[in-house]
């Protein structure tokens, strides 16, 4: 039997994943009394750099190739393999799309909408379907039908499910739904670094972005593998960063602020 504590946590990791983006765009939509570009186009760059490239191409196409899996075989390697490469897809989609498509959009704001659209669909698709698809599982190994799951579906499949479900703990599944906050305030964080970069031209920006996208997600892979940390060290660390690209957000407010005020005193000045 699945504890009800863990079908709790289950439940909010859930409510936390919708909120953060489907919440949040109601919420933008009603208080702007407009569906928010930034945010659409968030939403669409994460699912098209990550969900219809990138995944797809770390799934299927690489595992075939042989010096992938000798990095595969090195925590170092590919860990800082795969958070380059979500760097690059990640931030590269956010150049073109405030450079190319949001034109108009080049506000505090329009980075924030952006960030909450690119970091609300990441949380729905990768944590919100993980967590349903376990909450359906524990609910029926505890009713007794998922032995009508596996024979329904393939008995792999079913088992992996199955060994998820048995092995959760409340606090990692608590954990899911609380991670993703704190990704989402490293995508707004991330989204108003490279929109600063595309406002003053400057192609740097993109690139303290990249690194800083590497820098959070390679130890995710290489903690665990070379330090033996665990779930909560994890969470520490995904916070840390968090709290310093939080930071940045609230100091970027001004930043803006300054930099659109003094762009105006020159134009008017002129």
Known sequence: MISQDIIISLSISIAICFLVSIGSFVYFTIKDKRVPKSFIVGSLVFFISQILIRIP???YVLPNMMWFIKISNNPYLYGIFLGLTAGIFEEVGRFIAFKYILKK???????????FGHGGIEALLITGVSCLNLLVGCIMINNGTFDALISSS???TGQVLYNQ????????ALLGGIERIFA???QIGLSLIVLYGVRNRKIIYLFVAIL???LVNAPIVILPQLFNVGTIGLEIYIFICALVLGVFILYSKKLYKKETDFKFYNKKGR
Do not use: A, K
Request: aromatic share 12%.
């Open 57 to 59: 191409i770390l799934t």
């Open 105 to 115: 959009n080049y506000q505090w704001i329009d980075g924030i909408y952006y960030g």
């Open 154 to 156: 393939s008995t792999v």
């Open 165 to 172: 479900c048995i092995n959760l703990t409340s606090t990692s």
């Open 184 to 186: 989402m305030i490293i």
């Open 212 to 214: 800083i996208h590497t």
